[in-house]
């Protein structure tokens, strides 16, 4: 054992009486200096075998060098200089020499690691790192569930996920077997072990982990590893360097994926991407994530390498639950620190989990295995609508433990628009008019910039008021089949409302479009969104047919009574009807809702849209539309305008003959006053026109909506009113006193109109509910 050098005793000089050598006289301070000296001097050779660790908290009074490197390596003796990566961890400056110093056998190894690092790492190539990153052993935990103790890996072996999925205590890493001979899981486990749990612990880490190999590296590319949790030093992580500018962006064009992954599926911000929904910037803590974990504040690293990959996997397999179990043989990185971020590993996922990040849509989980621990299962509630807000909340908060496989075609581009006659419609008038149309908008979106609530005016007032503007100062006189093609662009918009644009608000009727939305291609669910609900509806408790009258909350447990009499209690309760609902009171609450949800509720408008369906024994509009998904019927005038003004084919697989059409806007309301077999008989009228140079089927089948009419949603979805603002959508999805919360289209600001909006609405209630 290397116990160092130790000084030899100073010879004493022969005392010369001469006239030139007389003592001289010292002061009091050279004295004691000398005397310090000699002690120091005198100090007996065994004091100076160890050397605590001079970190200032450190709790390793006898530390050991891990790294073994220096062929005079300290081991657990003296050095004079001991290198802390964390309380258990240390290296001495022998082993420090040995790959900093260029004369030593280690330099050329740290300097090879030093740039790959450069090249690829924004972080700083320091020895310690190299350390952290190179040197320090593997932990690795068995996974016999009777024992679960971590053990070290001796400094050679590699980790990877195959071996922590499968390590067993005394197993030979070389063959996968295992020692025969005394239960090594008997072994006491690393006292150090126990340590890494205790918050001080990561106080004291030097270093933060950055994962080797993570799945989620392909799609993190673009990023400097060490930024979003990974290490710059493995091959997944390298970043394009030395390529062009124009092959960078080539690379950027097409959204990064892996294996098993859905084309579809973006989990994260690429860099200075424009805001998509239901993304995350990988190198960011966002709000809610930094007020549940406020210790990774001042440095993320961590929890954003365990965030990532969590989502990353989530992201392969989004037909399973995603549980600790399954995430944590992915965590691959060296030292104790591996031990913390398993046990960091299921708190993050049970967050992503409840605020519906992941393990969310139609999963089967088992009762017995909820995805969120019992600590969340202390909550009683009940769920009013079942439509897809209600179904979403229900779903996840029965996945959470709380009481209580679809194929998509892309919609192409094209849709020609077709004329009353049969005439298809030179596509450049209708970009042009398109462009006219959109400009008007733009128009709008400026007069609006410094107008408030009380200057709204309708946006269909606005919009006849800047074109008669433009054509005076403009001098241009559109053609007739120009105006009737900007009538078709006006009934699309009312499509997208839900109303006659002489109702919404001028100053909000795009509110929405200030948030970040979905990116990527239009999809059609081949099989319908029936096949959704049907699955997110298996297994719960609906009951049907059974209007709910009242819902008091008055009480510590809220009663809903139905009109039946039936009474039933419950620790919360989620309200997710339709906007109409709640416009007319047909819920009476108590106490009665607040004056300022009620302002909101009613800022709000009930756009109404119908839809016809029609089967018809063979395809006869492929030959003139030619593969496209859908086609525009333009309105032969201002007052026909939105009645079946597209067309949608149902099924782009081509099996089946079905056409679907949309009334928008007055038409519904001279739609209303006819039954099912005249709006049919309107249709057919319309399709026979602008497919009049070929012999047009009667339908054998057809379905006609009537949302309007039915008693329990007379609506389709909202729209903001003149002297309303997208601010009612928050007012309104606020909940009451902790007891009372609402879902539904019109509590989602981010997405209203959509489908999509509803269920994300009712995901996020669910978090709210086990939240609280």
Not at 280 to 288: G, H, K, N, S, T
Request: some cysteine.
């Amino acid at each position: 054992m290397s116990t160092g050098r130790v000084r030899t005793k100073k010879k004493t000089p022969p005392v010369d009486h001469s006239p030139d050598h007389l003592p001289l006289r010292s002061s009091g301070r050279q004295v004691r200096r000398k005397a310090a000296e000699a002690a120091e001097d005198d100090e007996d050779t065994s004091e100076k075998k160890y050397r605590k660790c001079e970190k200032a908290g450190c709790t390793a009074t006898c530390p050991v060098c891990f790294a073994s490197a220096a062929e005079r390596c300290a081991k657990n003796g003296y050095t004079s200089r001991w290198y802390h990566l964390s309380c258990g961890e240390h290296f001495c400056n022998e082993c420090f020499d040995h790959y900093y110093r260029s004369h030593k056998d280690g330099y050329e190894k740290y300097t090879a690691w030093k740039r790959i690092w450069t090249s690829n790492g924004k972080s700083e190539p320091s020895p310690k790192a190299f350390m952290a990153d190179q040197q320090l052993p593997y932990w690795v935990q068995c996974t016999k569930p009777v024992c679960g103790k971590w053990r070290q890996l001796t400094k050679e072996i590699q980790l990877t996920w195959q071996i922590a999925k499968t390590y067993r205590c005394g197993m030979k890493l070389n063959n996968s077997t295992k020692v025969e001979g005394p239960d090594h899981c008997s072994m006491p486990e690393d006292l150090r072990v126990a340590e890494v749990s205790d918050h001080w612990w990561y106080s004291m880490l030097i270093l933060p982990p950055l994962l080797k190999d993570s799945v989620a590296a392909p799609l993190l590319s673009a990023y400097y590893p060490d930024c979003v949790g990974m290490s710059p030093s493995c091959t997944s992580t390298h970043r394009l360097v030395g390529e062009s500018n124009a092959i960078k962006m080539e690379h950027l064009k097409t959204p990064p994926t892996i294996a098993g992954m859905n084309k579809y599926f973006q989990p994260f911000y690429q860099p200075n991407e424009c805001g998509k929904a239901l993304c995350v910037r990988p190198d960011v803590m966002e709000l809610d994530e930094l007020y549940e974990f406020p210790e990774y504040s001042r440095d993320p690293t961590m929890y954003l390498a365990l965030r990532n990959l969590i989502l990353a996997l989530w992201y392969t397999n989004c037909k399973e639950a995603l549980t600790p179990q399954k995430c944590t043989h992915h965590i691959i990185v060296r030292g104790l620190v591996r031990i913390r971020c398993v046990r960091e590993t299921e708190r993050i996922l049970h967050f992503m989990t409840r605020k519906g990040l992941i393990n969310t849509g139609v999963l089967s989980v088992n009762p017995d295995q909820p995805l969120l621990p019992k600590d969340y299962h202390n909550k009683s509630v009940i769920v009013v609508g079942a439509g897809p807000a209600g179904l979403a909340a229900a779903r996840q908060l029965q996945n959470f433990g709380i009481k209580l496989g679809i194929k998509m075609h892309k919609i192409g581009e094209k849709c020609d628009l077709i004329q009353e006659g049969g005439r298809i419609t030179d596509p450049t008038i209708d970009k042009r008019m398109d462009f006219h149309f959109n400009s008007i908008l733009d128009v709008v979106a400026d007069w609006r910039k410094d107008k408030n609530q009380h200057q709204d005016i309708p946006l269909g007032d606005k919009i006849q008021e800047i074109y008669k503007v433009f054509i005076q100062e403009s001098g241009i006189q559109f053609s007739d089949l120009e105006e009737k093609v900007l009538q078709f662009h006006v009934s699309n918009l009312e499509y997208a409302c839900g109303s006659n644009l002489h109702e919404v608000s001028a100053r909000s009727w795009d509110h929405n479009e200030f948030f970040a939305q979905f990116a990527g291609d239009h999809a059609l669910l081949n099989s319908g969104y029936s096949t959704i609900i049907e699955k997110m509806a298996e297994g719960l408790d609906i009951r049907l047919k059974v209007p709910v009258r009242s819902i008091d909350y008055t009480g510590e447990e809220a009663q809903v009574t139905a009109t039946d009499g039936t009474l039933w209690k419950a620790q919360k309760v989620l309200v997710a009807v339709p906007l109409t609902i709640l416009q007319k009171g047909a819920i009476l609450f108590n106490p009665a809702l607040s004056e300022r949800k009620m302002k909101a509720i009613n800022s709000l408008g009930a756009g109404v849209i119908e839809k016809i369906a029609l089967q018809f024994p063979y395809r006869f509009w492929d030959s003139k539309i030619q593969g496209a998904d859908y086609f525009g019927h333009v309105p032969p005038s201002s007052s026909k305008r939105g009645l079946f003004s597209v067309f949608y084919d149902m099924d782009p697989q081509r099996k089946c003959s079905v056409l679907m059409s949309v009334v928008t806007g007055d038409a519904v309301a001279t739609m209303k006053n006819l039954d099912d077999k005249q709006v049919l008989q309107q249709c057919m009228i319309v399709l026979r026109e602008l497919f009049k140079e070929q012999e047009v089927p009667d339908p054998v089948k057809y379905f006609v909506t009537r949302w309007n009419k039915d008693p329990w949603i007379q609506m389709a979805y909202s729209f903001v009113k003149t002297g309303g603002s997208g601010e009612a959508y928050d007012i309104l999805a606020e909940d009451i006193q902790g007891k009372i919360f609402f879902a539904g289209e019109a509590t989602n600001r981010h997405f209203p109109q959509t489908v999509t909006g509803a269920y994300l609405s009712g995901v996020r209630e669910a978090s709210k509910i086990a939240a609280s």
